[in-house]
């Protein structure tokens, strides 16, 4: 019963370098979402995906790249990464039913970039 | 641009009292869900209001849905420490991807 999980948990990168935050859920939800959360500026959107093989911006997209090749992965890739990239990330899930808007969030990666 | 602003930012409050947070936008949402979240853990979903005027309540908690669908509170009754937390409103909107607007959050700390 392990709903959202997200690897690694914690993560500190040089400025430039490049990582992939794995994101998997066994409940077989249709959608699955990439947020940040920083200080005063709450939880904002990175990209989303609707489906296998299907992924879209959200709203402060820059900076990040993902991919979806299976329904219940959904990773999030930082090509080169920089200092205002600091954050914490969570993926959430949901079912494609309309009507359900049961998000179910991971615990988090913290990532610092120096 | 939709918004939904949270009040109080912070709120620290003794065992026992109660408190009720705000959470107003100019927007109209489809439904409005209430988080809390623990440091170091992700949102948990306490309660999705839909319909204008609703009122939930979970035990202590009790949430209204305005009536024109543009606001909600969460009202705390004796409220105790395992209460302490990150509590976020999230206004649903329909769109292609049904779109959900988070606040920035009401951090609420219980002291015994």
């Known amino acids: 019963n392990a709903g959202v999980t997200q690897t690694p948990k914690f993560r500190v990168l040089k400025t430039g370098q490049s990582m992939t935050l794995l994101c998997a859920q066994d409940m077989n939800h249709e959608y699955m979402y990439w947020y940040r959360q920083d200080p005063g500026m709450g939880l904002r959107l990175i990209h989303y995906?609707?489906?296998?093989?299907?992924?879209a911006k959200g709203e402060v997209p820059d900076g990040y790249n993902v991919s979806r090749l299976k329904k219940q992965n959904f990773l999030l890739g930082l090509e080169s990464a920089a200092p205002s990239q600091t954050s914490v990330y969570f993926c959430a899930s949901r079912y494609l039913a309309t009507g359900r808007f049961d998000y179910t969030f991971g615990s988090g990666t913290r990532l610092t970039v120096v | 641009t939709q918004l939904l602003e949270q009040s109080p930012q912070f709120l620290s409050i003794q065992e026992g009292e109660n408190l009720t947070v705000y959470c107003n936008s100019s927007?109209?949402?489809?439904?409005l869900q209430w988080y809390r979240q623990e440091p170091g853990e992700g949102p948990v979903l306490l309660v999705t209001?839909?319909?204008?005027?609703e009122v939930k309540k979970l035990k202590r908690l009790t949430f209204q849905f305005g009536d024109a669908r543009k606001d909600s509170s969460l009202h705390i009754t004796a409220a105790q420490p395992g209460d302490t937390g990150l509590y976020l409103c999230a206004g649903v909107v329909i769109t292609s991807y049904d779109k959900i607007i988070f606040g920035k959050g009401t951090r609420l700390h219980i002291l015994p």
């Open positions: 995906s609707v489906g296998e093989g299907t992924t």
């Open positions: 209001v839909v319909t204008g005027g």
């Open positions: 927007s109209v949402f489809s439904s």
